[in-house]
């Protein structure tokens, strides 16, 4: 089997049925753009590498396309994916030539699963697909009080791929709403402090909508997603800052620089412990207590500090977080030594911490 990578060949067809705003095949072709290249024609095929093509109008379950594929590699001639007798999709290996105008055919034919492909024939076959692409926008990694926050970015996300804004346009943005929220926040006002804590509520929400609107425009990029975890740090930072800063201004003698050095130690601690022991693996991996301290680490902190301001009590939260996030990334050490003791005998892939 060669080692050439897949090219993918996107039928010529530009009126191919659209899937929030972008045309069905092409949306197929960028989520499996991981395991190989895109072809406009068939003139930009190399011949000595194997190629998928795909039908236009509908839409693919990956993971049966994938299966499609793992069959279909080992086999020397040409394969079809047949689903209700039509065929939706052909592998050609390497060094066997497309067929006359790169038409969907295969000398091996092979069944195809009954979810692994979509018609998009009416409105209301489009409007489903859709629908369970929103769906797909959910993270495993949300918050728990996050996924609140989900339902309305993807809201927002739906008006917004409608628009020429960018992904880095929106982080930006929130980013500036994180901030002024955060300097509202520090104010000793009730009024002042409150506005600024449901600023940041908001920055939250848009927080999720950079991504997505990413993912829906098939505009994903490292340095996008690098942009993206700065701004969210920038933004955590400043609201740790910012609530010291109000205790302070509210009662100037109150005890602020103990816990304030507290949480903002805590805070930069419990980032790096995470990002080192589960943010680094791979998203499959983050499974069990990892991903219960990777919902943790999220945003849901927002809704205390919402509610806190909300009764004029950020100095509890204060006190709260100073010494709950230190708990946090010191028993995140422990999880990791327990389960790293008991890894050997089951070959667990783990990072060394």
């Not at 996924?147 to 346009?169: C, E, F, G, W, Y």
């Not at 500090?305 to 050490?333: D, E, K, P, T």
């Amino acid at each position: 089997m060669s080692d050439a990578p897949l090219q993918i060949l996107l039928p010529e067809r530009s009126d191919g049925p659209m899937v929030a705003g972008v045309p069905a095949a092409l949306r197929t072709a960028q989520a499996l753009g991981e395991d190989g290249r895109l072809c406009r024609t068939a003139a930009d095929v190399a011949a000595d590498a194997p190629v998928l093509r795909l039908r236009p109008d509908g839409v693919y379950d990956l993971e049966a396309l994938r299966g499609f594929l793992a069959q279909a590699r080992p086999i020397a001639a040409s394969s079809a994916w047949l689903w209700k007798g039509q065929v939706i999709a052909a592998y050609t290996p390497p060094g066997r030539g497309l067929p006359p105008e790169g038409g969907l055919d295969g000398e091996r034919r092979l069944e195809a699963p009954g979810p692994a492909w979509q018609p998009l024939i009416t409105e209301a076959d489009r409007r489903e697909a859709e629908e369970r692409l929103f769906r797909s926008l959910r993270s495993e990694s949300d918050g728990y009080l996050a996924r609140l926050d989900r339902t309305l970015s993807i809201a927002i996300s739906k008006r917004l791929i409608r628009t020429r804004v960018t992904p880095n346009q929106i982080t930006t943005f929130s980013l500036l709403v994180g901030l002024a929220g955060a300097g509202l926040l520090a104010s000793a006002a009730y009024g002042t402090s409150l506005l600024g804590a449901l600023l940041l509520w908001s920055c939250c929400v848009l927080d999720g909508c950079d991504g997505e609107v990413a993912r829906l425009k098939l505009m994903c990029s490292e340095e996008g997603a690098l942009y993206d975890v700065i701004a969210d740090n920038v933004v955590h930072v400043a609201i740790f800052v910012a609530v010291p800063l109000h205790v302070r201004a509210a009662d100037p003698g109150a005890s602020f620089w103990a816990p304030g050095t507290l949480l903002i130690s805590g805070v930069l601690l419990s980032m790096f412990w995470v990002w080192r022991l589960i943010l680094r693996r791979p998203e499959g991996a983050r499974r069990g207590a990892s991903r219960v301290y990777e919902r943790i680490a999220s945003r849901d902190f927002i809704y205390l500090v919402v509610a806190f301001a909300a009764i004029g009590r950020l100095g509890w939260f204060l006190w709260s977080a100073a010494i709950g996030s230190h708990l946090f990334w010191l028993s995140l050490i422990v999880m990791e030594a327990i389960g790293a003791g008991a890894s050997p005998s089951t070959g667990s892939g783990r990072a060394p911490a």
